[in-house]
């Protein structure tokens, strides 16, 4: 799906209405060819929430709930800068969290360094939350075979 500047702002519109009583200020949104990020929040203000937000180019066929999810997670950062405990908290309210995170790992671009090794394992089931049935189904493994980096 490909995402017009109209359509992107009535996503942020939607999300405005959905989670935020302060509602943020989107000044912009770009896709632009990023090595090491899915998205980046810039130029974060927190007095008036307001952010500028640059989206990898290859997401730009994402369907749309992970760009939803991408929107949402870089808006966030105009209350909470860094991934803390309460960040994740409320990352993790966006409704269709677990799909957006699945989606990203499926396709290797959470994080933007596709790598299959026992850190990511063990990553995914200590921060994110993720069962070895849910790690098994995103890279395509066995579940007995993810088993022995649990």
């Given at each position: 799906m490909k995402y017009p500047k109209k359509k992107l702002y009535r996503i942020?519109?939607?999300i405005n209405n959905q989670y935020f009583i302060k509602p943020v200020k989107v000044k912009?949104?770009?896709?632009?060819?990023?090595a090491d990020f899915?998205?980046?929040?810039?130029?974060?203000t927190t007095?008036?929430?307001s952010v500028d937000i640059l989206v990898k180019n290859t997401l730009k066929t994402a369907p749309q709930y992970v760009i939803e999810y991408l929107l949402y997670h870089e808006m966030l950062h105009t209350f909470r800068q860094?991934?803390?405990?309460?960040?994740?908290?409320?990352?993790?309210?966006?409704?269709?969290y677990n799909i957006a995170v699945r989606w990203l790992y499926k396709i290797n671009y959470y994080g933007c360094r596709p790598k299959y090794n026992v850190d990511i394992i063990k990553f995914m089931k200590n921060k994110e939350g993720l069962t070895k049935n849910d790690i098994?189904?995103?890279?395509?493994k066995s579940a007995q075979t993810?088993?022995?980096?649990?």
């Amino acid at each position: 799906m490909k995402y017009p500047k109209k359509k992107l702002y009535r996503i942020v519109d939607k999300i405005n209405n959905q989670y935020f009583i302060k509602p943020v200020k989107v000044k912009s949104i770009n896709f632009e060819e990023m090595a090491d990020f899915w998205a980046l929040a810039d130029n974060i203000t927190t007095k008036r929430p307001s952010v500028d937000i640059l989206v990898k180019n290859t997401l730009k066929t994402a369907p749309q709930y992970v760009i939803e999810y991408l929107l949402y997670h870089e808006m966030l950062h105009t209350f909470r800068q860094y991934h803390s405990k309460q960040f994740k908290e409320h990352e993790r309210q966006y409704k269709n969290y677990n799909i957006a995170v699945r989606w990203l790992y499926k396709i290797n671009y959470y994080g933007c360094r596709p790598k299959y090794n026992v850190d990511i394992i063990k990553f995914m089931k200590n921060k994110e939350g993720l069962t070895k049935n849910d790690i098994s189904y995103i890279f395509g493994k066995s579940a007995q075979t993810i088993k022995k980096y649990m």
